[in-house]
């Protein structure tokens, strides 16, 4: 392409769409697209806005609004009665451009890759294992805690939405507290008082997005680098996967659980000076067992001999079916325990709200570290909560769910009974929670059998994750829903099909 | 106490409170309580149910609801034939329970301190520090993306709002896909292409709460522990902040930035071979300029001969007042580029929805590590944001919002212009955006400024802390929002009377 001064070329540059309007924008992508493929060249003179204007056959205004944009964005630069060129600045090598050099034009996207090949991080390989084990369920028999007719709080918590959003405090608004809406911090910091023996005040809960994130928080705020935590042996994949993502793998100590919960003693011999001990006091997690009083008294002995820090993760202790729920640790010690708790399963986990209550001087911390995950909670669905709770919709929608599971619960037990032969499978005693334990028999690979259930319909989790590969045992765990008798029977038959199968599988290879 | 069979004494474990109810559970506390002051010891037997009923004047019932509950916890043991006993389990040492040994009941909240004194971790005085400076800003001058009047979505958002809310789809529901919900993300995807040529598909989206988490994501996907990550001098302090909490401190090198954007060739001198860049090409953070053409060009090819990953942050890309927004670094190198965005300033703050465009490859690892910070963002406003896409309510609004920013931008550089002497502040020149930079004369504090301002009403963020230490300029970062006339001009006045009472200080302080 020559250099002299009036390009009539210019109008090889491509057409304009006169019917697509925003005739400016259109000259600037196509003298962009040209400038890129080196059609007109760093240095190179343009012809005078009015001379363009007349051979394209625009206004003189089009031209010029593309020539500010180009300029602005560094391709062209333009001297007072010199014209406009070409920038200079973009002669930085033939090849440093995507498309430099090249004659022909092609779109970006069909570049062809990098010339150093892009190298995933370690933890990118670690992280997509993590998305694979928790992909989501449907909405079937056995996922955990969908909301379906009694209970989901639907028209209730919509009518109060509604309400709640027209009122000015909970319309949009700017950057908000990351400890969370004062409204909400009130109601939660009452709610676990009467409920859990939660010692509190408003200014010592943190509103999260659900126990994940108060368990991420945790870890954060509490553990520096090189420092142990007790974790329990099995444990929730959410705690595991956080501390192995983080550069904790190394500083995780899996404590064995037994019929008490997590065994202090074995703990102690294994690391007595670990910072942090995260535990599921009410309703061990996976297995569903509370842990017993005198091992309440030794953690918590543990603890303070130590200065170590205990996080409570109270998950599904609304769920209790016989006798009241457990009083917290928290309420024993309140000045070291994060206690944890979620509202997401017990009204529903799309809500994503949740709470950590810290001792005080911890509460800066947990803000910091929000702000830098995520600012904080969304605004309004804080207010909505807030009133849903003092309103006393909460612990109506308790009551009434806790009855709910209960049944399902019963008439889950019942169904496994029937339809599912003891030596293929065993339910793991517990007298609450939103899910079960079915224990599979010793050789069966249980993420093969989850696999293969939600292939065939079933939505289940594989146990064996939640242990340390030393102590793996398999097994298969049920979530409870608002699942009518008919999708719980069906799919414990789809189920048991889904186990004789592979056990015949396991007994033909055996004999083979 | 004595040990004999018809505990006559029980009663004074305390008073029932006919009244209140709960007879039950209030049995149940006073026995625990008793059991904790060491007043019933392990091993001891308790009266039979029907004894203790009768002594305290309740149901036999009662009775036996508060031992089940007790069993329950591990406080009693009842031997078939044999009574209830305080647990034997609980004699684990005089001082290992809050209230071992104690004979005087106290709350568990006034118990003293802890054997070992709690240390907060190092991160912890990080995490608070950094809590400090994103302390929540009131709604006043110069907050940034305060929705008020004509900047505020409010009646179209809220009546969307509650009609998606209606439908099936965005009702409450169980734990939803963590990269978000599909409608959203084609809206997304649309809306990107179309504004910022974006070259993606709705499975390169990942719905997030914001740029904040976009970045936090970004680098804990794109770094392993000991990696390099070029980052802009200045920069934003929400991604230093991470870096320096994330044990990549000593991995973060301070790019310079010039008049033209970060400066490449330095980049490269100083770590040719890092693993990331994190940048912001539209608009630099905070100083306003755009990344020009020539480096845009020299940063892509870098990056391709390193296989590194460039994080482009166009925040605030739909506030350019001259010309259209520049085209994204994503549309020139999709395949090494994460583009990160949000609704959060240009709709409104609260409510914590943008989104992150990853090459293929990175999806289900930005996935997994979602999952483990935070599970998914609520379910119901994804929907509604998605409708407000899709029928063009967006598009309507950013047009509208541009305007009104564009006129709240040119009265508050007449107002300073007006009322702040030029030896004391100016402006950073600039032409897009939701905030202007003031710059200080030299020598001022500008932490000390902002705090002052705050004190006398006015919403201000010191700018030093987004420069290394070496670098540091004083600044104050004016954020734009939906103010009146007279509310920017009187915030104006304010600063100028603070600025000058400084000055006259600093003279003061060099002539004494």
Sequence with gaps: MARHRHATELPSIGKLDRCAGQLGRQLSTLLREAIRRGELKPGELLPSTRHLASSLGVSRGTVLEAFEQLIAEGYLEAQAGAGTRVAAALSVGPNDGPHGGSKTRAPARDVAGPAA????????????????QFAPLPPVPFAVSVPMGPTAPDDVWRRLGNRTRALRAAAPSGYDDPQGVPALRSAIADYVRRSRSVHCTPEQVIVTTGTQQGLYLSCQVLLDTNDLAWVEDPAYRGIT????????????????????????EAGRAMAEHARAAFVTPSHQYPLGMPLSMARRNALLAWARANGAWIVEDDYDSELRYVGHPFPSLQGLAPELVVYLG?????????????????????????????????????????????????????????????????????????????????????????????????????GTDDQRIASLAVEAGVAVRPVSPTYSAANARPGLVLGLGGYSDEQIDAAVKTLAKVLNSAARGRAASRAG
Excluded: N
């Design 342 to 442: 979620t509202f997401s399963k017990i009204l529903f986990p799309s809500l994503r709200l949740g709470y950590a209550i810290v001792p005080p001087p911890l509460v800066p911390a947990f803000c910091g570290a929000r702000v830098l995950i995520d600012r904080h909670s969304p605004s309004a669905d804080q207010h909505v909560l807030a009133a849903f709770i003092d309103e006393g919709h909460l612990d109506r929608h308790i009551r009434r769910v806790r009855l709910v599971y209960a049944d399902r619960r019963q008439h889950l037990i019942a169904a496994i009974a029937r339809w599912i032969p003891d030596e293929l499978a065993w339910l793991q005693p517990g007298d609450q929670g939103m899910h079960l334990v079915l224990w599979l028999a010793e």
């Design 117 to 132: 090949p892009m190298r995933l991080s370690t933890r990118a390989a670690a992280f997509a294992e993590i998305s694979r």
């Design 241 to 264: 996967g956080i501390l192995e993502s983080t550069g904790h793998q190394r500083g995780m100590v899996r404590v064995p659980v037994d019929e008490a919960g997590i065994d202090v």
